[in-house]
Structure formats: C-alpha cells, structure tokens
C-alpha cells in the first residue's frame, strides 16, 4: 500500500482534512483529532494527515519535559492487541498504536509498534515520522538506527538515511552489519541515480536495460558496495561511450558526474553536472543544488591537502575557507533569484548571510523562511539570535518564546533554544527568568553546556 499524496486523495476526504487542519489552527484540538483519525482509517496512506495528527496529538499533550521517563514507563493494554494486529493485520496495528498515541503520544512502545505496522505495510514515511521521534531521544539504540535508516531508504530520502547510518558507524567501528547497511544505502543511492531501482523492486528486468554481454558486467559491478577507482573509471568510460550515441541521457550524464565526484575528480563531475543541466533546459533545482554541493566539495577537498605543519597553512586554510563562503553565498543568491519562492533556498541563504555576519541581510531571509513549516523552528532560532546581535534583546525573547512554544519535543534543538533564551534574559538583566530557563535544562540534562555551573552559581549566591 504506498503512500498518497494530497492530490491522490478522494475530495471528500479531503475536505475532511481541510476541517481538521482548521481545527488544529483553531486550537481545537480534540476535534481535530477525531477527524483525523476518521480520515487515516479511510486513507491509511495520507501521509500528510498522519502529520497533522501527530502535531495535533503532541499540542494537546503539552510539554514534553521528562520524555525519557514518560516514555520508557507508560505501558498500555492496548500495546498487546497491537502486537497480535501486527502478525496479521498490519493497518489494524496502525489504528491501535494511534489509539495508544492519542492518549499519550510520548510512547515509546506504541511508535515502535507504529512503525513495524507501517513498514510491513509499505509506508515508510509514516514508519519514519515515529522512529525519528524515538531516534531523537535514543540515538545510541542501533535497532532504530537501522529501521529509521530503511525506511527513509524506502521513502526515497536516501542521502538522509547514509547521514543516520553513518553516525551510527562512527560510533560502533567494528560493527560489520552497520557498516554493511551503509554500504548497501550507498549502493542503493548510485542505483537509483542511474536507473537501475526498478530492478530491486520487481518493476523492470534485466532486459530493460541490458544490450549485451558486457554491459551485464557492467551492472553487475555496479551492484557492488563499494566500487573501487578503476571500476568506477572503466564505468565512466563506458558511459562517456555511450553518451556519444545519447549525449543528452541525463541518467547517463548524473552517473558520470556522480562516479567522478566519488574519485574526487570535481571538476569531471561538475562539468557532467552542467551538462546534465542544459540537458534538462536549465531549471532542475536538484542539480543546481547538486552543481553548489560537489563545488563547496571541491573547496573541503583543497582544504584536505594541506600540510597542517606548513608554516603557511593558516593563510592558504584562511584563504579556502573565505573563497567557499563567498562561493555559497554568491551561488545562493544565484538559486534565491531563480527560485524565488523556494523557502529551502531562502534558508540556506539567511544561513550563510549569518556566517558571513550580515545580520540585517538574514533577518530578511529567515522571515521568509519561518513560512516553510520544515524549516520554521530553526529560522525562528536564527532570528532570535539576530535580533539577539543587533541588541533588539526583547524582540529576541519574543521569538525565542514562540520557537518554544511551536517546538513539542525536548530534544537538543529544543535545549538550544531554551539555553539561546536564557541568554538574551541574562543580556536584558533579568536574572530570574534566565535561570528558570537554564533550571528546564538541568532538570533533564545536567551536562548540557555549562547549565550545571549557572544553576549551581545561583543556589550557592541563595544560600
């Protein structure tokens, strides 16, 4: 059962979410909830209702302050229904975690039963939404690393699943299955940028793609996890080989640009890339995003090849280092003129204007990133910190406050915006309530940057 989008969704169903999300907006949140529910048991694969409901369910909830006590002691008979619904019925397992969730959407046992249910069902990004939730709070547990990592896999979020997978090897070396899974995520990757996914998934055969003997060999090195130079090289070359009968494959074109960039030969693979580009008329926001990725790469790689012993390396790493900036900045301003209504755009852009130090540039970014509901919570940060650095130390709290206020769990972005807001009360003198907000993180982590010596500063002045 795949996952629908809105536009796959029968109209009355969605009209349906449309009074839901009203509701939501309304702060009416009990009836938001059980619309929504109605709508998923119809449409178990709106993924975007599952969302609204989700939010819906941890608003009401409130504060999610002791997560790690709520969720590791909050049984429910209704856990062993769900389990038993899983082995035969995985939708009805669905339905009883949200039961489950609805009450208490800080289970840690019901979003585990959620997204073993949805992964046996086909729906991986329902899958994802509850195991990024558990993740967050375990990212030491290797279970969940792995099943948040196949199901964004499945989901098409590959690069995003390499990231987690690869953390997770960073921190057990020597674990062979984890670093087979990120291997596998790397295949996975490569496959799918150069067409041969449909094979994994039963939708095509070899004999969709393959011509003759030799490219069999090809694939077949293809499908290996980690491909050395030279078999990366002999596929460039046969790739450029077929490109002169199709120079204007894109598939051909990314492969060649992504094995060249693999080799660290960045500028084969940007020349591929702004082939691929023209290829596709010059308005593919992927590969102008891919083109600035593989150039801020070929910066990172310049940087590598200095001798840090060299008595002139602070002033060529200085130097690297300022080119990238200005390359990000110039090229984001590029992709924010010609994509004016990308929201990503616009917060990579008020990003890089903060690292450059043009405050009042970012602010004007990030107020139009904060539209983007992906992106909203970290661009509400950025401007507390702006108006934080321009002195505007009330306006700073404020924003601060309603990052809070719309950020449900207690995970280090929300500590961060705790600690961030605690600050600007130290700068506007109002030690009280800077250190009720120092207390919320010490309640929950004592080793959060230096909570534990500010607390304890304040008790022992008390005393």
Avoid: W
Wanted: with cysteine; proline share 3%; glycine share 6%.
């Amino acid at each position: 059962m795949p996952e629908k989008s809105l536009n796959e969704i029968p109209r009355l169903v969605r009209e349906q979410h449309e009074k839901a999300v009203l509701a939501f907006q309304r702060q009416n949140l009990d009836y938001a909830i059980s619309i929504l529910t109605q709508v998923l048991h119809k449409e178990p694969g709106f993924y975007e209702a599952r969302e609204t409901l989700r939010a819906a369910q941890f608003k009401k909830a409130g504060s999610a302050s002791g997560f790690f006590k709520r969720m590791l002691g909050s049984a429910n008979p209704l856990l062993a229904k769900g389990q038993m619904a899983l082995r035969s019925n995985p939708i009805e397992a669905i339905n009883i975690a949200e039961q489950i969730l609805t009450g208490d959407p800080y289970n840690y046992s019901a979003h585990k039963l959620l997204a073993d249910a949805a992964l046996s069902a086909d729906l991986p990004q329902t899958a994802a939404l509850s195991l990024e939730i558990v993740y967050k709070n375990s990212p030491k547990d290797k279970e969940t690393a792995l099943k948040l990592g196949t199901a964004l896999a499945a989901a098409g979020q590959v690069s995003k699943a390499e990231t987690i997978i690869g953390d997770l090897l960073r921190a057990n070396p020597n674990d062979t299955g984890i670093g087979q899974a990120l291997k596998n995520l790397s295949a996975k990757r490569t496959l799918k940028e150069g067409g041969y996914d449909s094979l994994s998934s039963g939708q095509g055969s070899y004999r969709d793609i393959l011509k003759d003997k030799n490219e069999s060999v090809s694939l077949e090195q293809e499908h290996r996890q980690v491909k050395v130079d030279d078999v990366a090289e002999r596929l460039i070359q046969e790739y450029e080989l077929r490109l002169t009968q199709d120079p204007d494959n894109l598939k051909l074109l990314r492969s060649i640009a992504e094995l060249a960039a693999q080799k660290k030969d960045f500028d084969k693979a940007l020349e591929f890339y702004n082939r691929s580009a023209s290829a596709a008329g010059g308005s593919d926001p992927s590969l102008d995003r891919l083109i600035a990725e593989t150039t801020t790469r070929k910066f990172d790689y310049a940087l590598e090849q200095l001798d840090p012993n060299a008595p002139d390396y602070g002033e060529k790493s200085a130097k690297i280092n300022a080119d990238r900036l200005a390359y990000q900045l110039a090229e984001c301003q590029r992709r924010a003129e010609k994509y004016p209504s990308d929201l990503q755009v616009r917060f990579e852009l008020g990003e890089l204007y903060f690292r450059a130090g043009k405050i009042t540039e970012a602010m004007q970014e990030f107020q139009k990133a904060q539209s983007n509901p992906h992106r909203r919570i970290q661009a509400l940060s950025y401007l507390g910190q702006c108006f934080a650095h321009r002195g505007m130390n009330d306006l700073a709290a404020r924003t601060l406050q309603n990052a809070i206020k719309e950020k449900v769990v207690f995970d280090d972005e929300k500590k961060e915006l705790i600690y961030a807001l605690g600050c600007v009360f130290e700068k506007m003198g109002k030690a009280e309530e800077a250190i009720e907000q120092f207390k919320l993180i010490y309640e929950s982590d004592i080793g959060y940057k230096d909570v534990a010596a500010k607390v304890d500063a304040y008790y022992a002045g008390q005393q």
